[in-house]
Structures are given as structure tokens and as C-alpha cells.
């Protein structure tokens, strides 16, 4: 009896060290999630067709869909099916910062992933791939980048393409006077005002905007694009286990085929607040990326 009670004291104490043992394989984002029972998504505003707000200001957008994708995912991984799931609003200037202090968990937007952020945070698989060109008034006469010259232009702040474009002002001295916006909403409004002659951006957000102008057929999207850029999904640095399951959940999304449907449901069908159709078909680049996942920048390729 004392063998055999000495025997359950030790597989009973076994099984309290393991408990804690188990807790502690947990670490970062993962552990944060599972104590406080919610993952913080950051969103967009904006950022038609990939984060924005519905007319009942809820967030909505192809990003949008597939960070669910990565909630679903989350919750298998932590067998948590209750997992609470809280939005918060970010810009392009404060996207980093939130991800980088805590306040945000996972950011799914229109976010390019380049070397110069993959030394503040860590990106997934690439989720899109744009060029960078022009969005301007039908009857403008600017066709590309040249025409700008001694015109005000407008971009977004703290994007990849408010740094490009300065850069193009200075080095071919252009003459531009570049007009920084804090959103995307706010540089079309620039351009369909005429402050701007013309609206700088990824060419997948300047189909957004002019899908919600007051007249699309207005306006056209033009120009050589400038850059090639994949958007990713940030996270913090330095945390393997959740961008694990981040990227298993994407590539999973993109094996299945069922970011096909995702796709054609924000960019070839009516989205809102108009139902109007961007008609912005998948590229041939983005194809590529989503049979050959990578967390690799465009200009790492």
C-alpha cells in the first residue's frame, strides 16, 4: 500500500509540474493572446478594397478576410473557440508603433513589406502584389510620370510612395509640389477637389478610390508603375511561433483556392459602400506569389 501510495503522491505531483511546463511552451504573441482571451487586429479606415469601414462602420476588405482566416487558425492552435476578437483603428504612420508596443497583435492592410520595415517588425507570406502609378482626371492630359512636372501631386503619408515620389521630384527636378494626405479618403478628396492634378498610390487602392467617386468613369489609372511591391501582414519581431501559424494559415488559403473566391468577391465583383466593381483582375505576378508563398520583399526577390 505504501508502494502504491508513494506511486499516485509521484504521478500526481508529475502531472502538477506539467501543467506549468505545458503553460510555459507558450511565448509572445501566442501567450499574450491565450491570457488575455482576445487577438487585437489592426485596421484600416480607408484602404478600399483590402481594410475600411462598411457604412456601420465595421471593418471590412480583402485583408480583413484573410486575418480572419488567421483568427480561425489562432483558435485551433490555442483551443480557445471563444476567442474574442477586437479591432483597432491604425494609419499609415501609426501601424508600425501599435504592432511594434503590444497594442496591436496582427496588422492585415495594404502594407508593403520591404527591408527597411523588416527591421521594426516581421512580415508573413505576401498577401497582394501592386505597382505604384497615378490615379488623375480622365481629362488631365497627364499619361505618365513626366507630365507631372510643376503640378501639385498628392500621396499618402507614410507610405512607399510618398518616398518614392520625392525621391523622383529631387532626382529629375520635376518641380512637383507634393502634397502629403494622412489617408488615402483624404488624397482623393485632394484630387477630385482639384488641389491635385494627380493622386499617387498602389494601383490596387487607386481602383478603390475612384470605385467610390462621385463619377468613376471620371478618372483613370495610368502611368509605368514605379515600384513593385508585395503587402504583407505585420507582426512583432522575433516571435516564430505566432508567425507560424500566421503564415500556415495563409498558405493554407492559398493551396485550398479559396483566396480565389476571396479575391474575386473585393476586386471583380461590387464591393461597398456602392457596389461598384473595381474590375481590377488578379495579375499574373500575384498568381506566382500564391503558388510559391514567400515572407520575402519584392526587391529581395
Not at 505545458?22 to 488575455?36: N, R, V
Not at 501631386?153 to 502629403?180: H, P, Q, W
Not at 508563398?293 to 526577390?301: F, I, L, N, V
Amino acid at each position: 500500500m505504501r508502494i502504491r501510495s508513494t506511486l499516485i503522491c509521484a504521478a500526481t505531483l508529475g502531472a502538477f509540474c506539467a501543467a506549468p511546463a505545458m503553460a510555459a511552451e507558450l511565448t509572445g504573441t501566442l501567450k499574450k493572446i491565450k491570457d488575455s482571451g482576445v487577438i487585437v487586429l489592426g485596421n484600416r479606415d480607408a484602404s478600399i478594397p483590402f481594410s475600411y469601414y462598411d457604412n456601420n462602420q465595421k471593418p471590412v476588405g480583402y485583408s480583413v478576410d484573410l486575418a480572419n482566416k488567421v483568427v480561425e487558425q489562432v483558435k485551433k492552435e490555442l483551443k480557445m473557440p471563444n476567442l474574442q476578437v477586437k479591432y483597432n483603428l491604425v494609419t499609415s504612420q501609426t501601424r508600425i508603433p501599435l504592432v511594434q508596443n503590444g497594442t496591436v497583435d496582427l496588422e492585415c492592410g495594404s502594407t508593403t513589406n520591404n527591408v527597411e520595415r523588416q527591421k521594426q517588425v516581421a512580415f508573413s507570406v505576401g498577401i497582394f502584389e501592386i505597382g505604384t502609378r497615378l490615379l488623375t482626371a480622365k481629362t488631365s492630359g497627364i499619361k505618365d510620370f513626366p507630365d507631372l512636372k510643376g503640378k501639385n501631386v498628392v500621396t499618402t503619408a507614410g507610405t512607399t510612395s510618398e518616398r518614392l515620389i520625392k525621391a523622383m521630384n529631387a532626382d529629375k527636378k520635376l518641380g512637383m509640389n507634393i502634397i502629403s494626405a494622412k489617408d488615402h479618403g483624404e488624397s482623393f478628396l485632394m484630387l477630385e477637389s482639384g488641389r491635385a492634378a494627380a493622386f499617387m498610390m498602389d494601383d490596387a487602392l487607386l481602383y478603390g478610390e475612384m470605385a467610390k467617386a462621385k463619377s468613376p468613369a471620371n478618372w483613370v489609372v495610368t502611368g509605368k508603375a514605379q515600384s513593385y511591391e508585395i503587402y504583407g501582414c505585420m507582426m512583432r519581431k522575433e516571435d516564430p511561433a505566432f508567425k507560424k501559424v500566421v503564415d500556415a494559415a495563409l498558405s493554407n488559403t492559398f493551396k485550398s483556392g479559396e483566396v480565389n473566391k476571396i479575391y474575386a468577391k473585393w476586386f471583380t465583383s461590387p464591393v461597398p459602400p456602392k457596389g461598384l466593381n473595381l474590375n481590377f483582375p488578379m495579375s499574373d505576378e500575384f498568381k506566382e506569389l500564391i503558388a510559391k508563398p514567400t515572407d520575402k520583399s519584392a526587391e529581395q526577390m
